[in-house]
């Protein structure tokens, strides 16, 4: 009797113990697809690369962070107490993903999924889209006149701001150069295209590829950008005050 008590025992405890398990949520400097490249007072800069058919695990943004697409992909995000969200992703996209927001990505299709994920460290106060959806679900409040080139051949067109931080797409045309200037800003560049970076006879020249950075202090010299390729180049800009209002 008491061997078929034990069995029967066993026979009840097996499924709670081998059924599926909630997943646990994780911080995102946890999440192993994210690789910390920068960290200083205003911002945590990961690196984000997953291949086809793999997820990135369920976890909670504890600050808002900006998400900027490297590539053309699609996805199907999930999080707890919501349906299955499918989307398609195009490179150059900016989202915003609030504090408190938990989530898994799963990449669906058969490109590899690329972002620089920025974490703004500094609350951020009134967020608001300007020249693009970076809110879902939120209008655009787009300056009427349109980015065109100056004489250099760069353009600017703000993207999203808050009361903290402005973020701006600079666009620099074929074989055409651009001087960025932090004007007494602390300013993060994400590259979305390659760029050249002009050497002189104390530092040799390099290329930035997608999905570097630079980072500039408010003492820092302009940094001057050529776009040596046929194709236009797309730098996305983070302009931040501290304690002040974003213009």
Same mark, same amino acid.
């Given at each position: 009797?008491n061997?078929?008590? *034990?069995?029967?025992?066993?026979i009840?405890?097996?499924?709670?113990?081998?059924g599926? =398990?909630?997943q646990?949520?994780i911080?995102?400097?946890?999440?192993?697809?994210h690789?910390?490249?920068?960290?200083?007072?205003?911002? &945590?800069?990961y690196?984000? /690369?997953?291949?086809?058919?793999?997820s990135v695990?369920?976890?909670?943004h504890?600050?808002?962070?900006? *998400?900027?697409?490297m590539? %053309?992909?699609?996805?199907t995000?999930?999080?707890?107490?919501?349906?299955?969200?499918?989307?398609?992703?195009v &490179?150059g996209?900016l989202r915003?993903?609030? #504090?408190?927001?938990?989530?898994?990505?799963?990449?669906d299709?058969d490109?590899?999924?690329? &972002?620089?994920?920025?974490?703004?460290?500094? *609350?951020?106060?009134?967020?608001?889209n300007l020249?693009a959806?970076?809110?879902?679900?939120?209008?655009?409040?787009?300056?009427? *006149?349109? #980015?065109?080139?100056?004489?250099?051949?760069?353009?600017e /067109?703000? =993207?999203?701001?808050? &009361?903290q931080?402005?973020v701006?797409?600079?666009?620099?045309?074929?074989? =055409?150069?651009a001087?960025?200037?932090t004007?007494?800003?602390?300013q993060?560049?994400?590259?979305?295209? %390659?760029?050249?970076?002009?050497g002189?006879?104390?530092?040799?020249?390099?290329?930035?590829?997608?999905?570097?950075?630079?980072?500039? %202090?408010?003492h820092?010299?302009?940094?001057?950008?050529?776009?040596?390729? #046929?194709?236009?180049v797309?730098?996305v800009?983070f302009?931040? =005050?501290?304690?002040?209002? #974003?213009?």
């Amino acid at each position: 009797m008491n061997s078929r008590h *034990s069995l029967m025992a066993t026979i009840f405890f097996f499924p709670f113990v081998c059924g599926p =398990q909630e997943q646990s949520v994780i911080t995102l400097k946890s999440e192993p697809h994210h690789h910390l490249v920068l960290h200083n007072d205003y911002v &945590n800069v990961y690196s984000v /690369q997953v291949v086809p058919h793999d997820s990135v695990l369920l976890h909670k943004h504890d600050v808002d962070a900006i *998400s900027i697409a490297m590539s %053309d992909s699609e996805i199907t995000v999930r999080g707890p107490g919501r349906p299955d969200s499918q989307q398609k992703v195009v &490179n150059g996209q900016l989202r915003l993903q609030s #504090a408190g927001y938990v989530h898994s990505t799963s990449i669906d299709g058969d490109t590899p999924y690329r &972002n620089v994920t920025v974490e703004l460290l500094t *609350s951020q106060q009134s967020p608001r889209n300007l020249c693009a959806t970076v809110i879902a679900g939120q209008p655009m409040n787009c300056p009427e *006149s349109s #980015a065109q080139p100056d004489a250099h051949g760069r353009s600017e /067109q703000p =993207q999203f701001q808050t &009361n903290q931080t402005k973020v701006t797409l600079i666009r620099i045309l074929p074989l =055409q150069s651009a001087t960025l200037d932090t004007e007494g800003l602390s300013q993060l560049i994400v590259v979305l295209n %390659d760029v050249d970076i002009p050497g002189n006879k104390n530092n040799p020249g390099k290329i930035l590829r997608t999905g570097d950075f630079l980072w500039s %202090d408010p003492h820092s010299a302009p940094q001057i950008l050529i776009n040596n390729s #046929a194709n236009e180049v797309r730098l996305v800009s983070f302009a931040f =005050q501290k304690g002040r209002s #974003a213009e």
